[in-house]
T-cell receptor, first 113, second 112 residues
Framework: NAGVMQNPRHLVRRRGQEARLRCSPMKGHSHVYWYRQLPEEGLKFMVYLQKENIIDESGMPKERFSAEFPKEGPSILRIQQVVRGDSAAYFC???????????FGDGTRLSIL | QKEVEQNSGPLSVPEGAIASLNCTYSDRGSQSFFWYRQYSGKSPELIMFIYSNGDKEDGRFTAQLNKASQYVSLLIRDSQPSDSATYLCAVSSGGGADGLTFGKGTHLIIQP
């Protein structure tokens, strides 16, 4: 499968736990983006990363959320001490270069109990 | 605050007709423009992208861009029931901060 791979597809956490969402970009793509889609709302940009660098995190909540894209392995979106309001679909997208179209993974549906 | 506006619909179009979807954006410095299709419960799928003023055609789809009016549109010819979905307009300002700003989408219904 040459597409953007996200896992898990569904993740259930209790309030206060940590959630880790993973994303492997398409082959040949070095730019990774994370978006969040709340119920009945549009897609919101969270963070843009290249290998070992955060380029733009202007859409990330100031607390509890962090992202990384290490030299080896997938990009990780980490949410600490989850709250009910974190329940959403989290999508990862990748592109080969700046300004090029972004292709989306299937997303991770996060549910907070 | 960068904004992308779309009519939420639903937009109902008979099968075989042309569906016309519109989008306006607030950031005059925007450089790249994209249309994604999203079926309920699924991820966004890239349909078209356009960078320059004018029209760009790909099969049944035509994207139109007018930077002076800050307006982007998507035309779908010979509409099929399988085209029924939410269509998301997305804009990138580039300049290194390449996160897309999305509209809330237009819900399109193709009536058989």
């Amino acid at each position: 499968n040459a597409g953007v791979m996200q896992n898990p597809r569904h993740l259930v956490r209790r309030r206060g736990q940590e959630a880790r969402l993973r994303c492997s970009p398409m082959k040949g793509h070095s730019h990774v983006y994370w978006y969040r889609q709340l119920p009945e709302e549009g897609l919101k940009f969270m963070v843009y990363l290249q290998k070992e660098n955060i380029i733009d995190e202007s859409g990330m909540p100031k607390e509890r959320f962090s992202a990384e894209f290490p030299k080896e392995g997938p990009s990780i979106l980490r949410i600490q001490q989850v709250v009910r309001g974190d329940s959403a679909a989290y999508f990862c997208a990748s592109s080969p270069r700046v300004y090029q179209p972004q292709h989306f993974g299937d997303g991770t549906r996060l549910s907070i109990l | 605050q960068k904004e992308v506006e779309q009519n939420s619909g639903p937009l109902s179009v008979p099968e075989g007709a042309i569906a016309s979807l519109n989008c306006t954006y607030s950031d005059r410095g925007s450089q790249s423009f994209f249309w994604y299709r999203q079926y309920s419960g699924k991820s966004p799928e890239l349909i078209m992208f356009i960078y320059s003023n004018g029209d760009k055609e790909d099969g049944r789809f035509t994207a139109q861009l007018n930077k002076a009016s800050q307006y982007v549109s998507l035309l779908i010819r010979d509409s099929q029931p399988s085209d029924s979905a939410t269509y998301l307009c997305a804009v990138s300002s580039g300049g290194g901060a390449d996160g897309l700003t999305f509209g809330k989408g237009t819900h399109l219904i193709i009536q058989p």
